[in-house]
């Protein structure tokens, strides 16, 4: 597959929304359809903003990609346009970016995003261990596999390796993996609704939801995210109060003689 020159690409648009991801962040995307292929997309994809930065793993023998990991501008992964699938910059070995069907992730479904605590030390490490993937990949070192070593399961190793979250048995699931992060998130947790147009809709499956509708059921995990947050916000507020105990013998006998029922 020929890389593209910067002509084909174009600004991204960000005109109606603006959002503010923490320096590292997990993101989700809904499996979709596309009128322009037969290509089942079941399974949702996941892939990780580092300080404005977002690394995604594709399979590069169906892409005919010439590298591993997928380095983009967060802004760019969303909204970017462009007129190859693959662009290669020679010239700039960290430049790989990947538009599945010429178009950003937020122009083909829906996207959420849950933000993740790590160091900065951890951030660097994430961001090594990516570069060493690459490494490994022009060596024939490492692979691709859609089950067992894809985009969800290598995040979760690499933020794994960095000491970042534990490893679970379903992290190769996206919808499962995911769903971990948000529930174990103490950062903001959102829904980036997508701009798509008639090219694409959002699949009413997803691996790893069961038999729901793979949208409502992360909309409702999103909510209930928030709803903990904020009764675990409300019982440190509570419980940063210091009660004060009043001295009833202060009190004058007017204001004793106030209490209905007799002096309490």
Excluded at 51 to 80: H, K, N
Excluded at 213 to 229: H, L, Q, W
Aim: charged share 30%; net charge positive; glycine share 6%.
């Amino acid at each position: 597959m020929q890389t593209t020159d910067s002509r084909s690409l174009s600004a991204p648009t960000v005109d109606d929304e603006q959002f503010t991801f923490e320096p590292l962040t997990v993101f989700f995307s809904l499996p979709f359809r596309s009128a322009e292929s037969r290509s089942l997309h079941l399974w949702g994809h996941i892939a990780l903003n580092v300080e404005g930065t977002t690394y995604q793993i594709f399979d590069p023998g169906a892409l005919r990609a010439p590298f591993f990991v997928s380095r983009m501008p967060t802004t760019q992964w969303l909204y970017g346009t462009s007129r190859r699938w693959v662009h290669r910059d020679p010239a700039d070995p960290k430049y790989g970016h990947v538009y599945l069907y010429g178009v950003g992730e937020a122009l083909r479904t829906t996207v959420y995003h849950a933000g993740v605590r790590a160091s900065e030390s951890q951030r660097r490490q994430i961001r090594n261990s990516f570069a060493a993937m690459d490494d490994r990949f022009i060596e024939s070192a490492v692979g691709f596999h859609f089950r067992q070593s894809n985009c969800s399961s290598i995040v979760a190793r690499v933020l794994s390796e960095a000491g970042v979250i534990a490893h679970d048995r379903r992290d190769n699931v996206p919808f499962a993996f995911f769903s971990r992060v948000v529930r174990e998130s103490s950062s903001e947790n959102a829904k980036i609704n997508a701009r798509r147009t008639e090219r694409f809709c959002v699949r009413r499956f997803c691996v790893g939801s069961g038999l729901r509708d793979p949208e409502k059921r992360m909309d409702a995990r999103i909510a209930e995210a928030r709803d903990r947050a904020r009764r675990q916000s409300t019982w440190r507020y509570v419980s940063d109060c210091v009660p004060i105990r009043m001295d009833r013998s202060d009190e004058s006998s007017e204001h004793r003689e106030e209490y209905k029922g007799g002096i309490r």
